[in-house]
């Protein structure tokens, strides 16, 4: 089966890549620099950072590199009027320089997955077979949920019968399913996005209080596209850290077993 | 309104963070040698780095500081071994020094959240009355969805009357909602997670190919832990990158409106 085959086999690609070396003292002020910033300043964040940033943020890994995301840079006026009401007026929007709405797909999949059979021709190395097969054939059986999500009761069910002799993927089987998929993914390359402004200087916050379906109406944005969150950058007002960073302690979240 | 509170106002907190200074080009280096690894040496990663990683995934930020996410370091050899099976004994897992299992919770919210008033009494400035009432009221409100979820359709109609005439939050109201919201925050927890074992010099692969169903039982999780992904960790081997990175066109994401 493909799928074992993927999983399983490692290919003879004659490919290696070396890792840069990386210091993780650097790192570590880009993570400690990095705070919810809830009042900016008026100082603008000049535009060709705000593409590296969104340029990193789609180095993310990602669900079967189908790319599930997409980012609407504010810049029209009105829709920032718009979009910053729709965020109830609050400072981490208001006075913001820059908004970013971070966007989940979940119904780009079919393209994407055609658009990887596309792109594995221009590879400098012989993509393997397994890999092909994936996205010919596997992808349209794992994403499709079929005509009212039928074809997703089915697999369920099947799943559920092989599960009992041995391990099986369990999801996606419903929309729902389909919407933690591309959501996390999205999240994934929304923290390369916040991390990215902090590397360069600049703050961010990541909003969740907005009104999801007026955003939606303003970036006018199909039924399948959810609004994952809503990331402001800008440079810190001396109040807009609210506090120390609150942790509960680790051993709250940490556990090794 | 405390909502409206909360949201709008600025609180004078005498409180404010100087970011260290923080080094982009480094910072891409982190970000450029954080690549999906299919396979690995047999280099063990030393306790105290993994111990770092996760302290820095906790640092995220995440959903109303609710802290919904939880890590799993395999540490005994039964459950790797488990897990590993479990992950169709995939080499980026089989190969791995270290697995790592990221769990999103949606039932840990209403601890949390009386757990954040706790904290408030700890903290060295003056807590605003809006940040203890969106805790003591707000949140039994918000991520609440009552028996049967009865009180999230009851909410839901309620965002949909208030909608017509102002913006108003429309999420969650339901438990596909509430994974969404758990899985987003456990994400970006995931991705401070992979970056800073780059960082460390350290290689991972986020994993969705696993039977979820086993992991949790293994884990022993309840019903409401959901998986979110499963986080390998080690070194390199030379064939463990599989080709070139792959992104489509910026363009099919990047959207300035």
Known sequence: MAKTDIFNSVPDLKYS????????DEFEKVIEARRSIRLYTAEPVPPEIVEKCLDIALKAPNSSNLQ??????IQNQEKRKAITEACFNQPAAKTAAELIVAVA???????HAEQMLEAFKDQPI???KSAVEYYKKLCPIVYNQGPLGLFGVLKKIGFYITGLTRPIVREPTNQADMRVWAHKSTALACENLMLAFSAYGYDTCPMEG????????ILGLPKKAEICMIVSAGKRD????????VR?????FIFKV
């Open 238 to 245: 001396v109040k807009g850290v609210y506090g120390p960073r």
């Open 17 to 24: 890549e070396e890792r840069p070396k990386t210091n993780s």
């Open 126 to 128: 012989e993509v393997p």
């Open 105 to 111: 797909r979940t119904d780009t999949w079919k393209k």
């Open 248 to 252: 509960f302690p680790r051993e709250q």
């Open 68 to 73: 599930q995301w997409q980012f609407y840079w």
């Open 210 to 217: 907005y009104d999801s379906k007026r955003v939606k109406s």
